[in-house]
């Protein structure tokens, strides 16, 4: 039973760390504190696996985010030590239309909006991971998409 438990969870590994660490990335902005974020999260599934296994990218990226929220909140800033990383991020996120549109919005509004349309959570998945209401959620990727439409229509 531990062999294929083992054996999921390096198939998981190597489907879902581009994806999720791309989602990390988006979010937290540091590349140092993503990849630390998702190395914890898997080592947190291996040690005690989730108890449901329909959506474990999104697991990884709520238990990952909750880990990098308890180093530095709000969300980490780019660190000046690691700028070279950074501006291959900037350049990649700028090369794209929706990283732009992602770099309008703030920290807490990108998270929300990379946590329900990249990784597909619900908005009470988003909740329980932010600690604040449905409705919350709902206004803000309300307010997300209304600040994006306006950034998209000054091109």
Known sequence: ???ETGSAWEDLYREAVPRVYRALLATLR????AE???HDAFAEGLRRPPLRSENLPGWLFRVAVRRARRHRW???RLDPTVR???DEIAALLDRLETGRLLALLTE???AIVVAHYYLGLTHAETAQLFGVR???VSATIAQAIARM???ASHV
């Open 1 to 3: 039973m531990a062999d």
């Open 84 to 86: 070279s990383r950074a």
């Open 30 to 33: 540091d590349p140092r504190i």
């Open 134 to 136: 449905a409705g919350t």
């Open 149 to 151: 439409r306006e950034g």
């Open 108 to 110: 807490r509004q990108r």
């Open 74 to 76: 709000p969300f980490a």
């Open 36 to 38: 630390d974020a998702l």
